[in-house]
């Protein structure tokens, strides 16, 4: 039960989501562009900037798009996602909260603390009650799946990755069900996406060279402001 009075305009629910991801180094082939043409998809084109600095145990921080803030709460992983032959990964259970974000200043190179990503985005909407299509908005259970080929730094990536939202209780079962649907075929080349590439946007950055990365003491065990405010823990 919350105590204390909530800030204006915070949604202290947020959005949970079940996901899993895989990221590989490299160009995006055009084989696996079209391996996954199989479904009608949207494209965008943005850059993200994610902060790496301070770094912050249990929660991932991103401005989407300049438009954005995006803060995510990891909340545990409920086991793995496999199927034989075609893939295997981490899942991960996440709540989520989007605000509104001013235009970022305009500037080369990565901001202090942040590190910025270009993607090129193709999303596919898969739903047990609806079939598939391109993302959709409202409370529908289902999950989005997006293929992206990533630059940071200079170097190729690409990435391929899964995210279930809607009530708790259908969040595996949707998830399951597109990716049954998207690795029914294949990857080309017998390419299988194993648990060394499966992980988040934030734990790959945290690996990539010239981050530095400033964990806190040992002994913190504070909650996350945010956090703190949804559950009514008075600030100290």
Partial sequence: ???????????????????????LPGQLAGAVTGWFGRFPVETTALEDAYLLEPYLPGLAVKVRGGRALEVKLYRGSPGLLELAG????????????????GPS????????????????????????????GVPRQG??????????????????????GFEATGPADALRR?????????????LPGGLELGMDDSQSYAQWLYRQPGTRVTPKPQGDRRTPQLERRCLGIPGR
């Avoid at 075609?86 to 974000?101: M, V």
């Avoid at 293929?147 to 391929?160: D, F, M, R, S």
Wanted: some cysteine.
């Fill in 1 to 23: 039960m919350m105590t204390a009075a909530q800030p204006d305009g915070l949604d202290c629910e947020g959005v949970r989501s079940l996901e899993v991801r895989w990221i």
């Fill in 86 to 101: 075609r893939a295997r990964g981490h899942l991960e259970s996440w709540q989520k909260w989007s605000f509104p974000h």
């Fill in 105 to 132: 200043s305009t500037g080369s190179g990565d901001p202090a603390g942040w590190r910025l990503v270009s993607k090129r985005r193709r999303i596919s909407w898969f739903a047990q009650a609806t079939g598939m």
């Fill in 139 to 160: 409370e529908q259970p289902g999950c989005a799946v997006e293929l992206t080929a990533v630059v940071v730094g200079g170097e190729p990536w690409w990435t391929l």
């Fill in 174 to 186: 949707e998830l399951e069900a597109a990716a049954a649907l998207v690795f029914a075929d294949a």
